[in-house]
């Protein structure tokens, strides 16, 4: 039994020291940007040894992928819950998921940095299967709006979903890039692209809901 529970104690601090890495990672990649935070200023601001550090991380790189996994996690998870809403209609949960993924990588640094590091995902991870999902919600979510009557019925589900998520996932790029106003640019993304998807009976209903996701009070960076 004393074995057992040393294993478990062993395993349990294994998993706290993997987690403290990658929230001292974030919290320095959010800080100084990824390309200015060397491996050893990651190993320094972490305080453990080389050892230590190896034993969970291979090297800079590894660490990124692990944060880009759990930012898509969370992605999922929020997507899904706001999508699943019955009540709001596929292209407005779209809508809303767009606007609170948003608000929420203002909010929490995971998910801010790990939208970051998508960005150079070629060079972090060839793990693609988060760009994967995160189209697939885009292209299901544009055959249910077609099929609701919300969307134009000639337009391709796909080209719809793939020419949305580009564009949203282009959006976060450059506002990191610039540091404009996120919430601000996707807005500009929908007036522009919903006239001409949206059924006309529609376009009006969602142009409004763009309006009030946009104009919803900013959160500041935590």
């Known amino acids: 039994m004393r074995r057992i529970l040393g294993v478990v104690e062993m395993q349990a601090r294994a998993e706290a020291t993997r987690r403290m890495i990658l929230d001292v990672a974030v919290e320095l990649f959010d800080s100084v940007g990824y390309r200015n935070a ?4 990651l190993i320094t601001a972490t305080g453990v040894s080389k050892g230590a550090f190896y034993y969970h991380f291979t090297n800079r790189e590894s660490v990124a992928a692990a944060i880009i996994e759990e930012a898509d996690a969370m992605l999922q998870t929020t997507s899904r819950e706001i999508l699943a809403d019955p009540s709001g209609g596929a292209l407005g949960n779209l809508i809303r998921t767009v606007f609170e993924i948003a608000a929420l990588s203002r909010r929490v640094s995971l998910l801010r940095v790990g939208i970051q590091l998508r960005g150079g995902l070629g060079q972090i991870s060839t793990a693609t299967e988060g760009f994967k999902q995160h189209r697939e919600l885009f292209t299901t979510v544009a055959h249910a709006a077609i099929t609701d009557g919300d969307l134009r019925a000639d337009l391709d589900s796909e080209q719809v979903g793939n020419t949305l998520w580009v564009a949203v996932l282009g959006t976060h790029q450059h506002c990191d890039a610039t540091g404009e106003d ?14 001409a998807v949206c059924t006309p009976e529609a376009a009006p209903e969602y142009a409004a809901l763009v309006q009030r996701m946009a104009a919803a009070p900013a959160e500041l960076p935590g």
């Open 38 to 41: 060397s491996l050893a200023d």
């Open 182 to 195: 996120i919430t601000a640019r996707l807005a500009d993304v929908f007036t522009v692209m919903l006239p």
